[in-house]
Structure formats: C-alpha cells, structure tokens
C-alpha cells in the first residue's frame, strides 16, 4: 500500500493562505487528488491530478506537486473553509492520507 | 448530473453478511470507462477504497479481499457490495463513488450520502 501522511491539524485566521501538506510513502507522480469533507457530508473533490481545480471549485484552492510531495493551498481562507482535507493517490490501490482538520479561528 | 444513493440495512449483528446497493443516476455501467467504487469511514476517522467494478474487471483492497464481493446489475443502474463477517471493527459509513476520467485521471468526482452500517449485538 501507498501510505500518505498529513499533518492532523491546522488553525488560521479569516484572510491568511494556508497549505496543507500530503507526503506518499512512494512516487505516485501527479496520480494525487484532494478532497474536503464537512461533518456530516461526504468527501467534496477540489483538485485532481496534483494541480488541476475540479469545476465549481473557487479558485482560492489550487494544489501542487508531483512525486512524492503535495501542497494544497487556500489563499486567502474564509470562515466556511472549515473542514477536513484529504488527500488520496491512484497511482496504484486508492488509499487516503489521515486527514487535515482545519479550524478558522 | 450524476447522483448516487446508497441503500443498506442500517444495523446487522456480529457475523452476519452485509449486503449494499448503489442506485446511480445520469450515466451508466454500459459505457466504456465507466466504473464505481465502495469506500468506508468510521466515524471520526479517515477513508477506505474497499471495492471498484470498472466494465467487467473487479478490483478489491487486497487487506479485505477475501470478504468483498463487489457486482452490477446494469439494466437497474445498480452497484452491489457483500461483506461477509462482520465484526464491530466494520461499524462505519459506507459510499458509493464514481471516479470518471478526469484527463486521465480517476479522482472519486461524485460521491454518494453514505449510508451508516453498525455492527452489534
């Protein structure tokens, strides 16, 4: 299995740019895609394929990095950003990092 | 627009054969590239891929291999999951996803609402 490590937690203030880091246990070249859950909801997809914005998504969120590193950046966070993100590899078997939990203060 | 509904039992006991469908809309199994997944979350706690039937190829997480069965019926637009020998350690909110290709890639771009399943006696 791939495995993928995130930092378990973030908090930033309302305006500030925050990124959110996924390191793979393996290359999995640009096969890395990042998702945002509320409570209570399903995983929401905001970037696929390393750097690629899904449609719909406000372009506060970009992702980048290929390999073994992977940034998502929020720039600049709003209150309502407030969420766990996750990020998921489909180099080979799906498998998702821990999760980020973001808090706004 | 796609949609996806997953239907289950809600609660089974200790050993029991858990059985899932997702009911799909706006697209179909007949179409080439098409494929669908079963992912799991415990409460409070990170994701699973469990099982993916993409045409006629099944594809499962090797650790849970042994007690998945994943299937289609293609004419209801259904997805089927069994997971026999349940166990507390399974309790969990179980989606359906769809991972179209996105430029080659295959992120899970629709998800379902996720149906709970706890396990107890």
């Known amino acids: 299995d791939t495995v993928l490590t995130q930092s378990p937690a973030l908090a930033v203030s309302p305006g500030e740019r925050v990124t959110i880091s996924c390191r793979a246990s393996?290359?999995?070249?640009?096969?890395m895609h990042w998702y945002q859950q509320k409570p209570g909801q399903q995983p929401k997809l905001l970037i696929y394929?390393?750097?690629n914005l899904e449609s719909g998504v406000p372009a506060r969120f970009s992702g980048s990095g290929s390999g073994t590193d992977f940034t998502l950046t929020i720039d600049p966070v709003e209150a309502n950003d407030t969420a766990t993100y996750f990020c998921?590899?489909?180099?080979?078997?799906?498998?998702f990092g821990s999760g980020t939990k973001l808090e706004i203060k | 627009q796609v949609t996806l509904k997953e239907s289950g039992p809600g609660m089974l006991q200790p050993s029991q054969t858990l059985s899932l469908t997702c009911t799909f809309s706006?697209?179909?199994?007949?179409?080439?590239?098409?494929?669908l997944s079963w992912l799991r979350q415990p409460s409070g706690k990170g994701l699973e891929w469990l099982a993916s039937?993409?045409?006629?190829?099944?594809y499962y997480n090797p650790s849970l291999r042994s007690r998945l069965t994943i299937s289609k019926e293609t004419s209801k637009n259904q997805v089927l999951l069994k997971f026999t020998s349940m166990e507390p350690a399974d309790t969990a909110t179980y989606y359906c996803?769809?991972?179209?290709?996105?430029?080659?890639?295959?992120?899970?771009?629709?998800w379902g609402q996720g149906t709970l399943v706890t396990v107890s006696s």
């Open positions: 996803a769809w991972d179209p290709p996105y430029d080659g890639y295959y992120p899970f771009a629709y």
């Open positions: 706006g697209t179909s199994l007949s179409t080439s590239n098409m494929g």
């Open positions: 039937i993409w045409n006629n190829d099944n």
């Open positions: 393996e290359s999995v070249s640009t096969r």
């Open positions: 394929g390393a750097s």
């Open positions: 998921q590899q489909s180099w080979n078997d799906p498998t």
